[in-house]
């Protein structure tokens, strides 16, 4: 499939978010936001930037008056509390967010994050007028031992939990994030494909169609060509490569 057959029958725009993980400091993040600002030039492709919380106000400001939004790379799912170290929904949004990620595999991994945690979180998002960008993915041992979809279905089914609020999702094969490994365009096309038939058991065939699933696992300006042009890889979730903002626009170069 030609990256210009799939871009006909693809009904959502592409989306690419940066995650910066615990990188970066306030002076470099603006030289990023205005390095970025300058080189977009396709706003046929939405595009994110997750940075760490003590980033977000200078992030926010930056990108104000573009089309360029902003998330937390977590949150808790009470409204406040005796939760030291961990931020609301509604903190995330007074500090200019639109979007929360919600069950990262390195949340999932570090910090023991359950699939009723992370619907938890994406609940708490979503009352607030957050849009969750759920992220799943299977271990290594789990692929290996033929088990994504087992596991992709457990992860997606917890949370949606038959709610109709809009999310987006996030494939994330956790053999494949910071190795340098990345799924081949037919593997996370398969995966993708059977997302969105979950999705649609859960939630109905329409919100299915236009819910963006992104693939995030090494994704550099190399191989994003050969996976966005798959019909059902909305975009991506861009880990290292998005810390260089010249890359990562060589990146939504290739989504446009």
Request: net charge negative; glycine share 8%; with cysteine.
């Amino acid at each position: 499939m030609t990256a210009m057959t799939a871009g006909a029958e693809r009904r959502r725009l592409p989306l690419v978010a940066a995650n910066w993980k615990m990188n970066l400091l306030r002076a470099e993040a603006v030289a990023y936001c205005r390095t970025l600002r300058r080189g977009l030039a396709w706003p046929q492709v939405k595009v994110i930037l997750f940075p760490s919380f003590p980033l977000l106000p200078a992030v926010a400001a930056e990108l104000a008056d573009t089309e360029v939004t902003v998330g937390g790379q977590d949150l808790h799912p009470d409204e406040r509390g005796a939760h030291t170290g961990d931020v609301s929904a509604a903190q995330l949004v007074d500090a200019g967010c639109l979007w929360a990620l919600c069950g990262h595999s390195e949340r999932r991994r570090d910090h023991g994050e359950s699939d009723e945690l992370v619907a938890r979180k994406a609940a708490a998002a979503a009352r607030h007028g957050l849009l969750p960008l759920v992220c799943v993915g299977e271990t290594r041992e789990e692929r290996m031992a033929e088990r994504t979809f087992e596991v992709l279905a457990r992860q997606l089914r917890a949370a949606t939990g038959g709610r109709s609020d809009r999310l987006a999702l996030a494939y994330e094969p956790v053999w494949a994030i910071g190795t340098g490994e990345t799924a081949t365009a037919e593997t996370a096309e398969e995966v993708h494909r059977f997302l969105r038939a979950t999705l649609a058991e859960a939630l109905g065939e329409r919100q299915a169609e236009t819910t963006p699933i992104l693939y995030g696992g090494s994704v550099t300006p190399d191989n994003a060509a050969g996976l966005i042009a798959e019909r059902d890889v909305d975009g991506f979730l861009v880990g290292g490569a998005s810390l260089d903002p010249r890359r990562f626009l060589d990146i939504i170069a290739v989504c446009a």
